[in-house]
């Protein structure tokens, strides 16, 4: 944190949270913080450039198990992204799972401040926390699962809410995560048998459904003040006509008053889950009835899992799709079951241009963000690395907000964009505003970090602004593209720490989590049934099992009381 | 008598993962410089128990303490990992990074030479 | 006396972490339960190098850690071509450290995986691994394979914590609802407890994946008569086994790792459990052989992307394991320095090797004297993890401990502290030099 002051002027500034779009103001920064005014301050001339505050990446896989066994695997991917280390960097590699150092560095030079983990297995916390220590500049936090659990699935059949919520209040605490995370439900724990479920399946052993895991989460996470509601990647991931069970999920939570007036389920990476068809061959977009269900409802809010062309990784604790998706590429796979929890797969992916799928993959991404008409909902993600790596998150900006570029990539793709696709017949571009707000402002707020400082430039807010280099009348897709690449000046708590897309300074961030607060008797009474899991089931001890201070040299807590009605 | 062609292996064994922080002591020398033989090899070659027997390879040759175990196949020999096995073993990775600690073919006789301390097993190696 | 529990052990892959011992005077006096021979006798301490010392005309002379640390910093700031090996017996936030040294003095930096699961990677690398937690075999595994591995001498809690002993949600009955197949080359402890022991000819463990492969596939009509000196009886028994399994798992060991097609022998491993997977879960581990081989691993994959074996020299990293390998590395002259931390090379690299480490300048991290110590020019003791100092740690299957610190050291310093220091002082040396 500089101690400095420091003045932005003269730039072009976006700020949704506030109301600011596209006004010329200053910026002032003290401490770290946007301050009023400023006495004797740095002097940054923005000369007409876009100001935004850092951006905020709702979901992405960065660190922890499934990563890592990513990088592992791949040393082709990081053979891709290899760069010398330099005075302030560390040596950079990795394309689709770069390594830590070159993912802090590049979402800097992208001009982002905060990445929220989107999936931490309980029992790996301490993995996913490591490597977090090892990512500079950025400011971040990770969510657990607490789907699979074992414990989950049994208050849930026993109708049990308020225990429910203790054991997510103590899983929180315990891996020092940030909310409740939700990846098919029911059918990884079944997948430790090599099963899967759908939504109003029974999970095998467990008597519960997909369906009832949802709801009753989504109960209990509300018991608390919580920041961020569930995170849910749905059952059906991936499978062709999978948009019906898509809006059921969605459906689940309808009744469910949330804390305050946000979303009761952020659903991720939407693109995934919004597939017409019956099987590959007929596959098509259902972008559009999705849109409609986000547009007529205000219980749900998506991030869009937006297709980058050309080679990934995929992985996510959905272990069955996983191993489908190995199945049918052929490739190296991955698996990591995780006792009593959850589990991962992971394998790469190659995006073509030349397949169909993979073509109306990439148009969903975007009509998702098109059709929906309140940029409020939405955070754009390419589920990173699974839909394409974050580096490839300037080329949906400049797509979205420039239909020329649209229709010239539309050229080179699969002639089943034009009839089992809506892209290529939508006109809308978005404007500076409505990008600022889904790649910072939607995101800040949906996860309540918009009251911590994050997403927005207002008084008080951690000075964490990127300066991108172009005017707004830029209307050219390639120099809107190279601008959100790498910025003119990122600055994070009021440290300059990229420069004319050069990182020049690397310290380090914060990680921020929850602390939600529970009646002790309940939590009293959970820990008795928890504790006989850890003596029974568990490979390790209770002791040993929560994440120990030393894992956050830079701790940001925020406390989610229990509501009191 | 004369010595017996056989494939060594190695690896671990309890008593030298519990002198693992210990590798200077007796008990170390003990356990792991020695080798495991069946003891119809041990009959062709005239050994007992506790016998010094030379094992040569193309790499090197070593003298251990000769022990029974007919849990090995005749032509096998087993000597704990460690200094003694490695000074027998090959080098040669074969691109995979990876020295052939089993599978080596070896030559192993009776013979009245005495087993190298650790410390002057070290020794050797410094030209 | 304090009784101390949930103590984490460090010192094998299956890093036991419900471990009950009494302390007293600053001692471990007793290991009441939860360690095995192999880590009650850690537990219990040893002979420790008594003080750091530079070598002066063939002889240790003791001297302070300022001394040796900056003579271990003088030898590699003098390097071209350092090696940094070892690590797999320390904790994470020394490997770290280890990791960022390395990659400023343009070193190559390897851990005990080259000589030990390096083809496993390998493999992995080729074909990814169906694996899981330990926990998921304890409560589910109703078939157990050992293959090319002996746990009853090398994890000793192994079988009793996490599969063929243990009980479970779905495995209550213990060895009772379960099945035990060793596949090894000679009758070892852990054989003689199978319900199949598999005897197979050394070298030959390829070819027996393939056949128990192609029987799980379907096409039992090929494969003849013998294979890898298995009868086809045998193997047609094991993939009938497999087959009728709910949930098995491969355990492999040294046994295939260091033989013959060597990585080779592991993809083929990792098809045949998959090929498993056809008829129920199947899943497969590598036994890794220190508490935190694993973790290092980790810790340089995410740090340089690579997992081992990493060359540093060109300022990015380059990884190319039997080139860039240590014992590679060794064989061939190829590095003018070494420091070596947390493991023993001299007692187990082979001889090709030791006769370089004996020539160049050794740099020795550890508390105990070893093999190595023989060649060290500078050694500086260090405090032992798990006991004297707590740190994180990689579990076999990748799961994430903490170590524990159970007694007070008010003389020797964590690796973690070693290294940080000879890196400043390389710092300082370089900012004399005015670069």
Known sequence: MADGELLIKNGVVYDPINGVNGEKKDICIRDGKVVESVTNPKVIDAEGRVVMPGGVDIHAHIAGAKVNAGRTMRPEDERKGVEAKTKVCRAQSGYSVPNTFATGYRYARMGYTFVMEAAMPPLLARHTHEEMIDIPILDNAAMPLIDNNWMTMEYVKSGDTDLLAAYIAWMIKATKGYGVKVVNPGGTEAWGWGKNCNLNDTVPYFDVTPAEIIKGLAEATEKFEMPHSIHVHGNMLGHPGNFETTMDTYDVVKGIKPYRDRPTMHATHTQFHSYGGTRWGDFESKAGAIADYVNKNNHVSIDLGSVILGDTTTMTADGPMEYSLYQITGRKWTNHDVELETGSGITPFLYSAKVSVHTIQWAIGQELALLIKDPWKLCLTTDHPNAGPFIGYPIIISHLMSKKRRDESAESMHKAIFDRAELPSIDREYDLNEIAIITRGMAAKTLGLHEHGKGHLGVGADADVAIYDMTPEERDAGNIQKAFLNTKYTIKSGEIVVKDGEVVAAPPGRTIFVTPECDDKLMDEMLVTLKDKFDKYYSVTFNNYPVQDAYLPNPYEIKAPWRSS | ?127 | ?435
């Open chain 3, 1 to 435: 006396m304090v009784e101390v529990t949930d103590v984490v052990c460090s010192l094998c892959g299956c890093v036991c972490d419900n471990i009950v011992v009494e302390v007293e005077d600053n001692k471990v006096v007793k290991v009441k339960r939860g360690a095995c021979s192999v880590g009650k006798s850690k537990l219990l301490g040893h002979e420790r190098i008594k003080s750091p010392a530079i070598r002066e005309n063939g002889e240790l002379k003791e001297c302070s850690y300022d001394e040796a640390i900056k003579k271990a910093a003088e030898i590699l700031y003098k390097s071209r071509r350092p090696l940094l090996y070892g690590w797999s017996s320390t904790v994470c936030e020394a490997d770290r450290e280890g990791v960022e040294l390395a990659e400023d003095i343009g070193g190559v930096v390897d851990n005990t995986a080259s000589v030990c699961h390096g083809p496993s990677v390998l493999a992995i690398q080729d074909v990814g691994l169906p694996g899981c937690t330990l926990g998921q075999i304890k409560n589910r595994a109703d078939l157990i394979i050992y293959w090319g591995s002996n746990p009853a001498q090398a994890h000793a809690n192994h079988m009793k914590r996490y599969s063929y002993v243990s009980k479970g949600y779905w495995t209550s009955e213990g060895k009772k609802g379960k099945k035990l197949i060793v596949v090894d080359v000679r009758k070892t402890m852990t054989a003689k407890m199978a319900d199949v022991f598999v005897q197979v000819k050394q070298g030959k463990d390829f070819q027996v994946f393939s056949a128990i492969r192609t029987m799980l596939r379907g096409h039992e009509d090929v494969v003849p008569d013998e294979v890898g000196g298995v009868p086809k009886e045998q193997l047609l028994e094991v993939a009938s086994m497999m087959k009728e399994a709910k949930f098995g798992m491969i355990f492999f060991g040294m046994g295939v790792t260091h033989t013959g097609a060597r990585h080779n022998n592991i993809v083929n491993a990792i098809q045949t459990t998959r090929a498993g997977h056809l008829y129920g879960k199947w899943t497969i581990m590598p036994m890794r052989g220190h508490y935190n081989v694993t973790g290092f691993n980790q810790v340089c994959c995410w740090q340089t992307g690579f997992p081992y074996s990493v060359d540093l020299s060109r300022g990015y990293p380059w990884y190319n394991p039997g080139e860039t390998s240590s014992t590679d590395l060794l064989a061939r002259g190829d590095c003018d320095a070494a420091m070596i931390i947390a493991s023993d090379p001299g007692a187990h690299f082979p001889g090709a090797a030791l006769r370089h480490l004996a020539k160049i300048p050794t740099i020795q991290i550890d508390p105990f004297a070893n093999p190595t110590t023989e060649f060290a020019d500078v050694v500086i003791p260090a405090a032992i993890s798990g006991i004297e100092s707590a740190g994180g740690v990689y579990r076999m299957d990748n799961v994430p401990l903490r170590l524990r610190k159970i007694i007070e050291t008010d003389y020797y310093i964590p690796d973690e502290e070693i290294v940080k220091r000879i890196h400043a002082e390389v710092r300082a040396l370089r900012g004399k030099e005015g670069e």
């Open chain 2, 1 to 127: 008598m004369e010595g017996t062609n056989v494939r060594l292996i190695s690896g671990r064994t309890a008593v030298q993962g519990q002198n693992l922080d210990s590798k200077l002591t007796e008990k170390y020398f003990d356990e792991v410089a020695r080798c495991d033989m069946n003891g119809s090899d041990m009959e062709k070659l005239g050994v007992a128990k506790d016998d010094t027997v030379k094992v040569t390879t193309a790499y090197g040759a070593v003298v251990v303490k000769a022990k029974q175990d007919d849990g090995n196949p005749e032509g096998m020999v087993f000597i704990p990992m460690g200094p003694w096995c490695n000074a027998v073993v090959s080098g040669d990775t074969h691109g995979a990074g990876m020295p052939s600690f089993k599978g080596v073919d070896a030559r192993v006789e009776k013979t009245a030479e005495a087993v190298l301390p650790v410390k002057e097993l070290m020794r050797t190696y410094m030209g």
